[in-house]
């Protein structure tokens, strides 16, 4: 949602914020700009449209910088355009860059309206420049400035500016939207995502709400929120430069749906051993906290809030423990009732989400036991905020639909399940068959990637339709919500989950040859009267396409049947979302919509 990066150097820039705003482009990928000190004036350059787009405005405008700005945006306010685009600028002397919403925009726009600024985009952001400016006209400096904004703006940024007059130094500002600084050698930089800087240091400050800060590039300062000089520790953060590159693939999903065995390898690396799940992997204490434990709530978005509803399965099943689960933009807004010893679980892959970090602040003033989150990323907002974490490590996720990260979450929400179950002491057996079962997940994953000659077939007959229905039943309902969105996602055909025995209460009116209906039906207790709904879709002429273990219990006259790998039944919801996924992925190659950056969406929402 936006990325953001900064560098106050000693060499030429122009090609470094390039290369960082690529590695962001998953943020948002409308528009594209870049603010740099040249030898007599900021060169200013925005392009409507992806990166590329302006790395071809850099190519023939050729300006030479060391110290800049530079942003790729989602809209918010205002539409995508070059007026709309960042950086926005005061005057030609205050340049900015920002991620994120402010709330008081229209009062503060008047405001500096009466004083004589005139605005010439549509967004909230251009404000800030002319604020800046209008503390510069009153002598302040641009940290200075920077410090007195921070008592004006109300929402969440993450601002990096320059000022025309000072040519070496940048100014930075932070209120929950992610930034972080990042150390060279005789040169600094800042940038919404470690990613974007990940061939340039591993050495990171990670700025906190209220923080601003001022680099030049042999200096760093900081100052809290209360304005007070401050320090914030170094921390090291590796990143491989080849999880920002597609490699042999040809797009992110791609790659990430085939690194899934490997993710899950290492989500369970160092968290088993033996016939258990290992103590305290979720922080220190964590087990004498499970003990307590007596009900869940869970807040999420999106495919994290699908893991959500398949763990409140297992947490039910396995460890004893009901769970109320909401969607992080719906949770705090219905007066949500804490029953004591309630455990808040949030899930996030990025940690930046707003509504699901809105939902972890507004828990913490409520009485819960303690919160817990399941996040990807180590420096997000989500992990350092929340009591206990379990991070997924499934390597950074770049393509926009969310596949790694899913499966990755599932495999911690089982680890987590299998904890609290430890905690209290239930189900030892049935622990010590899930861990070995756990341990098999990589290969069996593995073995369905193999199935993509067979879905590429299916997805050639649902890429002519319009519209498509996913069924599931009991823990497979979420795994065909998860499936439907992420067809009707990157391939824009509008796409409907239902629990198979809802069929005949109203939808079953939508079946007719046009209608593809996709069904996960591993053989278990309800796989019977699954069939009983399948039929149903038969019988009016349906197409449909079913993934099972269990062919000789019905026979097709439309569609197909893929005969899934054998597993633990508790984990077949990991194991049957891989060939939604390639589904999904299949089908809009074949419609050839923009597969790692669908329209209207970016990753990363960090707008509520
Ligand atoms: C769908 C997808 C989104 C995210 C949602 C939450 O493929 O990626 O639905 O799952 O925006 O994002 P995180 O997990 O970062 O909180």
């Known amino acids: 949602m936006c990325g953001i990066i900064a560098a106050s150097t000693e060499r030429s820039i122009g090609k470094l914020l390039i290369q960082g705003l690529y590695k962001m482009e998953y943020r948002g990928y409308d528009s594209a700009g870049i603010a740099m000190h040249t030898e007599n004036k900021v060169a200013h350059l925005r392009a409507l ?19 800049g700005i530079a942003h790729t945006r989602w809209a918010t306010h205002g539409e995508p355009s070059e007026v709309n685009a960042h950086p926005h600028q005061s005057n030609e002397r205050i340049f900015i860059v920002h991620n994120g919403i402010i709330e008081n925009y229209l009062e503060l726009k008047d405001e500096l309206a009466s004083k004589g600024y005139a605005f010439t985009s549509k967004t909230d952001s251009e404000l800030i420049a002319h604020l800046l400016d209008s503390y510069l006209e009153e002598g302040s400096s641009l940290l200075k400035a920077t410090k007195q904004l921070k008592d004006k703006l109300q929402g969440a940024y ?39 800087l990940a061939d340039l240091t591993n050495k990171f400050l990670i700025l906190e709400d209220g923080d601003v800060a001022k680099i030049s590039p042999n200096n760093v300062e900081i100052f809290d929120k209360n304005n007070k000089a401050c320090k914030r520790d170094i921390q090291i953060i ?53 003990a307590k434990v007596k009900r869940i709530q869970i807040a999420a978005c999106g495919t994290s809030l699908h893991a959500g509803r398949v763990a409140a399965n297992w947490f039910s099943a396995i460890a004893g423990l009901p769970t109320q689960i909401d969607y992080a933009s719906e949770y705090r807004y219905k007066n949500p009732y804490v029953d004591k010893n309630t455990l808040l679980v949030t899930i996030s892959q990025s940690g930046e989400t707003a509504d699901t970090l809105a939902a972890l602040r507004y828990a913490k003033d409520q009485k819960y036991l303690a919160s817990l989150a ?3 990323v180590p420096t997000s907002s989500l992990a350092r905020e929340s009591d206990f974490l379990l991070l997924t490590n499934a390597g950074p996720e770049i393509g926009v639909a969310s596949t790694k990260a899913f499966t990755t979450q599932l495999i911690a929400l089982m680890l987590l399940t299998l904890s609290l179950a430890k905690a209290s002491g239930t189900n030892p057996k049935l622990r010590s068959r899930v861990i070995q079962a756990l341990r098999q997940m990589p290969d069996i994953v593995e073995k369905s990637l193999e199935l993509k000659g067979d879905i590429v077939d299916i997805a050639s007959e649902i890429a002519q339709q319009d519209n498509a229905l996913f069924l599931g039943r009991g823990m497979f309902y979420p795994i065909a919500k998860e499936g439907a969105l992420k067809l009707k996602e990157i391939s824009y055909i509008h796409a409907e989950a239902y629990p198979a025995g809802e069929l005949k209460h109203g939808p079953l009116a939508l079946i007719d040859e046009r209608m593809p209906v996709v069904a996960i039906a591993p053989e278990h207790e309800l796989a019977e009267k699954l069939v009983s709904n399948l039929e149903e879709v038969k019988a009016r002429g349906g197409a449909l396409y079913v993934f099972g273990n269990a062919k000789e219990k019905l026979s097709l006259e439309r569609g197909k049947y893929i005969s899934m790998p054998e597993c633990d ?4 919801p990991i194991l049957y979302t891989i060939p939604l996924q390639i589904l999904s992925y299949e089908v809009a190659l074949i419609r050839g919509t923009d597969i790692d950056q669908p329209r209207n969406l970016a990753k990363s929402v960090t707008v509520e």
């Not at 449209?49 to 050729?62: F, P, Q």
């Open 374 to 376: 399941i996040c990807n």
């Open 238 to 290: 590796d990143i491989k430069s080849e999880a920002a590159s597609k490699g042999d693939y040809k797009h992110f999903m791609e790659k990430e749906i085939y690194e899934q065995p490997n993710a899950i390898l290492n989500t369970l690396d160092g968290r088993v051993g033996g016939d258990d799940v290992l103590e305290n992997i979720f922080g220190e204490g964590s087990n004498n906290l499970f």
């Open 569 to 572: 039944f508790l984990l077949t």
């Open 49 to 67: 449209g992806k990166v590329k787009l302006l790395e071809d405005l850099m190519i023939n405008e050729k300006p030479k910088g060391k110290v």
């Open 158 to 196: 993450a601002i990096a500016a320059l000022d025309h007059s000072d040519p070496n130094t940048l100014v930075l500002a932070r209120n929950r939207s992610p930034l972080l600084i990042g150390l060279g050698e005789d040169e600094n930089f800042a940038a919404s995502d470690p990613l974007a």
